[in-house]
């Protein structure tokens, strides 16, 4: 362990400890919890042969998520890979914000990727009509499958920007990368998470514009978006407010499409 915690510190991974008790768990085909509960158990040679494997692509950079192949997303595990984003804490602001819809409204994420807003919500409120939509057949195919193997129905399908439908709330986490922005990114996110989760412009609003744009005029609509895009964001839509990650900074903002 020590030595793995070595060379993922030598590889510039920013949670080496972390990522070190992760891998070698799946190594052995344990919970990361029993590694603490057994701190001396034997390390048969497949589970060293796996966790060295494991460790080298830690090292090269690709993330834990997608090694591993599942990332946790408020109560559920969603399956992973390079089709999709890998999903992040601060998009549960949008879970949220759907939470206070009435019962039986009808709610539509678009840019579903991995389905980790549309499902978790599902998922926690199984009253509410869910549907979701994807511009990427990749994505869209990973969706579809975490919606099965969760036994979630939530209809999905292709579009680019918002399908015809009559929606109560429209939600999405669009690409909001600045240009600028992506030559200095991770390799986690630069190399291998899929750039169309990402990009999106010069001023990183491009996607955003573009969805508000394709929303009929008074669609209910909440967005993600980088903390500095919330005023800009605001002024998109009407009556607009900003809500904060548990972190304290403006990770979304909902209102009405004028
Ligand atoms: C930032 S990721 C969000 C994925 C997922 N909703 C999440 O929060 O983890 C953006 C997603 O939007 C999709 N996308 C990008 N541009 C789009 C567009 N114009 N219309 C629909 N989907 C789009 C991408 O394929 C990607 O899956």
Same mark, same amino acid.
């Given at each position: 362990?020590?030595?793995?915690?070595?060379?993922?510190?030598?590889?510039?991974?920013? =949670?080496?400890? $972390?990522?070190?008790?992760?891998?070698?768990?799946?190594?052995?085909? #344990? @919970?990361?919890?029993?590694?603490?509960?057994?701190?001396?158990?034997?390390?048969?040679?497949?589970?060293?042969?796996?966790?060295?494997?494991?460790?080298?692509?830690?090292?090269?950079?690709?993330?834990?998520?997608?090694?591993?192949?599942?990332?946790?997303?408020?109560?559920?595990?969603?399956?992973?890979?390079?089709?999709?984003?890998?999903?992040?804490?601060? =998009?549960?602001? %949008?879970?949220? #914000?759907? %939470? @206070?819809?009435?019962?039986?409204?009808? !709610?539509?994420?678009?840019?579903?990727?991995?389905?980790?807003?549309?499902?978790?919500?599902?998922?926690?409120?199984? @009253? $509410?009509?869910?549907?979701?939509?994807?511009?990427?057949?990749?994505?869209?195919?990973?969706?579809?499958?975490?919606?099965? !193997? $969760?036994? %979630?129905?939530?209809? $999905?399908?292709?579009?680019?920007?918002?399908?015809?439908?009559? *929606?109560? %709330?429209?939600?999405?986490?669009?690409?909001? #990368?600045?240009?600028?922005?992506?030559?200095?990114?991770?390799?986690?996110?630069? !190399? *291998?998470?899929?750039?169309?989760?990402?990009?999106?412009?010069?001023?990183?609003?491009?996607?955003?514009?573009?969805?508000?744009?394709?929303?009929?005029?008074? =669609?209910?609509?909440?967005?993600?978006?980088?903390?500095?895009?919330?005023?800009?964001?605001?002024?998109?839509?009407?009556?607009?407010?900003?809500?904060?990650?548990?972190?304290?900074?403006?990770?979304? =903002?909902?209102?009405? !499409?004028?």
């Amino acid at each position: 362990m020590r030595e793995g915690v070595r060379s993922l510190e030598a590889a510039g991974v920013p =949670t080496p400890r $972390l990522d070190a008790e992760l891998l070698m768990a799946e190594a052995l085909g #344990i @919970d990361r919890g029993a590694l603490f509960a057994a701190p001396e158990q034997e390390v048969s040679e497949d589970a060293a042969e796996a966790w060295a494997a494991l460790l080298e692509r830690r090292c090269e950079r690709e993330p834990v998520a997608y090694i591993l192949g599942r990332k946790g997303f408020r109560w559920i595990d969603l399956e992973v890979d390079s089709r999709v984003l890998i999903p992040r804490p601060e =998009t549960e602001l %949008l879970v949220e #914000i759907a %939470l @206070d819809v009435p019962r039986h409204a009808r !709610v539509h994420e678009v840019g579903v990727g991995s389905g980790a807003v549309a499902l978790a919500l599902k998922h926690e409120r199984p @009253d $509410l009509q869910v549907s979701g939509s994807d511009a990427y057949p990749g994505a869209l195919a990973v969706a579809r499958r975490n919606a099965e !193997v $969760l036994e %979630l129905e939530v209809e $999905l399908s292709e579009a680019r920007d918002l399908p015809a439908g009559d *929606y109560d %709330l429209v939600v999405a986490n669009m690409p909001y #990368i600045r240009d600028d922005e992506w030559p200095g990114l991770a390799p986690e996110l630069g !190399v *291998y998470e899929p750039p169309e989760a990402f990009r999106a412009g010069a001023d990183g609003l491009d996607a955003i514009r573009g969805l508000v744009a394709s929303c009929p005029p008074g =669609t209910r609509l909440a967005l993600e978006h980088a903390p500095p895009q919330a005023a800009t964001v605001r002024g998109l839509l009407s009556g607009a407010r900003s809500r904060c990650s548990l972190g304290g900074e403006e990770y979304a =903002t909902v209102g009405v !499409v004028p």
